[in-house]
């Protein structure tokens, strides 16, 4: 992805916020005070584990639900960052809706273990976003890098802006294409040489965008594919002509059919759903199996043990 001066503007003003609050500085606020409480039944299943342990703090956009704000701050602050670039990189005014996102943030495997087998996920999940609320284990003695809480954050704030859901391929893709870039400018304003990489597909794993553009969540036998395939299509739409894509975005949240608005918003690059497909081929495969991507092999798979979980 091409990267915007205010997309690195933006990421370069994250560790001076840190600076600015302190580690220990999300302030608590009682429950009973909370200026909303939480629909998703999910959440009071939450606060039901080991009840005692649950504080409460709220931002701008969030309520966090937390047992130690050391670990709850730097998720405020990087949540709240994710706002922003969502917005600006999807051109979008604040909601008309003043619906805080809620944020549960678990510490102890075990009683993550115990929301698992409550909310009935899979046993390996670190993490679900569902219905506007996000659900993470952050173990505070284990390092956490990677795009990961960046990518469920973009979740949070596309739920605002397309409260009706927009399509799994897109929710998926713009997640992943918005924190690689935030996360890799964040790198780089702390001095590190990053770069948001993008995974390469083999011609013969893509899935047909017939296909693609129709599910309604992840394969589980082509999972890592459809994430890979999904940020791609998204980054050469965003690539070919973003404010058609911006337009096709929200067609698409109306539910209008892909492929009926495809050639409406790209009528001079893409007539048809399969000329669509015959160019995001070649953009799709570009650098599979080169020195480049082999190199960087180790590192994507490790980005994809912790990716996106509870999907697939």
Known sequence: MRQIPLLFALLSTLPAAMAQTGLNSLPEVEFSQLSQRDPNPLGERALSINPTQWKHGETEHYIYHFAHSYVATPISVEAEFHYRVVAKELERDQPLTDIKSNVYIFERPEDWQQ????????????????????????????KFSGNLLGHEIVHLVLHRFYADGIPCWLNEGIAQYISKSAHASYQRARGYISKPHSEAIATEEMIPLATLTRLTRPPSDQCRNFYDESERLVRFL?????PSFLALLDALGRHQPFETALPRFYPAKFATVATLEEKFREYAAKDFGTSLQQAEEMTASQRWIGRSVGRC
């Open 115 to 142: 929301f698992q087998g409550l909310g009935e996920l899979e046993k390996w999940t670190g993490g679900i976003h569902s219905q506007g609320s996000l659900f993470i284990l952050r173990n505070p003695e284990q």
């Open 238 to 242: 965003v690539a070919t002509d973003k």
